[in-house]
């Protein structure tokens, strides 16, 4: 089992930044590719961005274009933990947000469908002010 939980979300102005924390616990992130989701009121869950875990030095990211160039994935494996920058924010990034793990048998891997994820956070709620 995996326990993670998201930390950093916060009320913030077009145009601010944050950063978003999700600590693990329960496992080692290693082996487990990590996504960010957000899910405004009354939509679905959408799929944000990923990093794939690595056996090197080597992690790839995958975005959604709502988010690419603005918003960057990291992991710290030593720590347990995946980050997520964001910068130049719009209202429409409001929403709660969450982090999720999968267990993937390929490193390099980036799932970015709910259903390949396999432990989910709480989430934190991020509001963005116009």
């Known amino acids: 089992q995996v326990q993670l939980v998201e930390s950093g979300g916060g009320w913030v102005q077009a145009g601010g930044s944050l950063r978003l924390s999700c600590a693990a616990s329960?496992?080692?992130?290693?082996?487990?590719?990590m996504g960010w989701f957000r899910q405004a009121p009354g939509q679905e869950r959408d799929f944000l961005a990923a990093?794939?875990?690595?056996?090197?030095?080597?992690?790839?990211?995958h975005y959604a274009d709502s988010v690419r160039g603005r918003f960057t994935i990291s992991r710290d494996d030593a720590r347990n933990t995946v980050y997520l920058q964001m910068n130049s924010l719009k209202s429409e990034d409001t929403g709660a947000y969450y982090c999720?793990?999968?267990?993937?048998?390929?490193?390099?891997?980036?799932?970015?469908?709910?259903?390949?994820?396999?432990?989910w956070g709480q989430g934190t709620q991020v509001t963005v002010s116009s």
């Open positions: 999720a793990a999968a267990r993937t048998a390929v490193p390099g891997e980036r799932p970015t469908r709910r259903h390949e994820y396999d432990y």
């Open positions: 990093i794939s875990w690595s056996t090197g030095r080597t992690y790839y990211a």
């Open positions: 329960g496992r080692t992130l290693s082996g487990y590719a």
